[in-house]
């Protein structure tokens, strides 16, 4: 079946540094894919999508990047914030349906 | 502007009870999903409306899992016969076009 996974469940970063999370998807025909943010107790926050026809996009202080070839996902944030401390998750969406795809999540601990 | 909101926040019940979930999606939003997160887990797809079109229920776990979306909005996520297993966060979310925007959840415990 499909799946989404990240590289890590913990990642820990010292306040200042880029911070750099990764996903890898099995299924060659996902068209989108996106990055949540999930703080405890609270329901996933959007941060930043891209379509399958780019492989760079930037927003504030977040870049994705996708690499179809190799089927990876990745989230990079500059200047890494303590209020940037929390759950992240990417997920894909199958070409043929709305559903999206989550992997299980990156734990960013923010050192201050 | 107003996001999604999903009540209650929290649901205790207890093994056997119906139970059911409601969400209200961003207003103009043509799709509504449902998602459910266990502990310390990724979110897993339960069902998806789009428009006037059938539902996708292809993530319905068992048929005791039904939802309704009633004049294209508001929507309940019905439970029957609950198990503890039952026991998750159930996540709304709702899209104009790509981008599934999610409500606070609801914290279903079944004891």
């Known amino acids: 079946g499909e799946s989404v996974g990240l590289h890590l469940p913990t990642l820990s970063v010292q306040e200042g540094d880029n911070s750099i999370i990764n996903c890898a998807y099995s299924n060659s025909a996902s068209d989108y894919f996106i990055w949540y943010k999930q703080e405890s107790g609270k329901g996933p926050q959007f941060i930043i999508d891209?379509?399958?026809?780019?492989d760079k996009r930037q927003g504030q202080r977040v870049t994705v990047l996708l690499n179809k070839t190799v089927k990876h996902l990745s989230l990079q944030i500059a200047a890494t914030q303590p209020g940037d401390s929390a759950v992240y998750f990417c997920?894909?969406?199958?070409?043929?349906?709305?559903?999206?795809?989550f992997g299980q999540g990156t734990t960013l601990q923010v050192k201050p | 502007g107003a996001g999604v909101s999903q009540s209650p926040s929290n649901k205790v019940t207890e093994k056997g009870k119906d139970v059911e979930l409601r969400c209200d999606p961003i207003s103009g939003h043509t799709a509504l999903y449902w998602y459910r997160q266990s502990l310390g887990q990724g979110l897993e797809f339960l069902i998806y409306f789009q428009g006037n079109s059938a539902p996708d229920k292809s993530g319905l776990p068992s048929d005791r899992f039904s939802a309704e979306r009633t004049g294209g909005s508001v929507s309940t996520l019905t439970i029957q016969r609950t198990q503890q297993e039952d026991s998750a966060v159930y996540l709304c979310?709702?899209?104009?076009?790509?981008?599934?925007?999610f409500g606070p959840g609801t914290r279903l415990t079944v004891l």
């Open positions: 891209i379509r399958s026809n780019m």
């Open positions: 979310a709702s899209s104009r076009e790509d981008t599934q925007y």
């Open positions: 997920a894909t969406r199958p070409g043929n349906t709305g559903k999206l795809i």
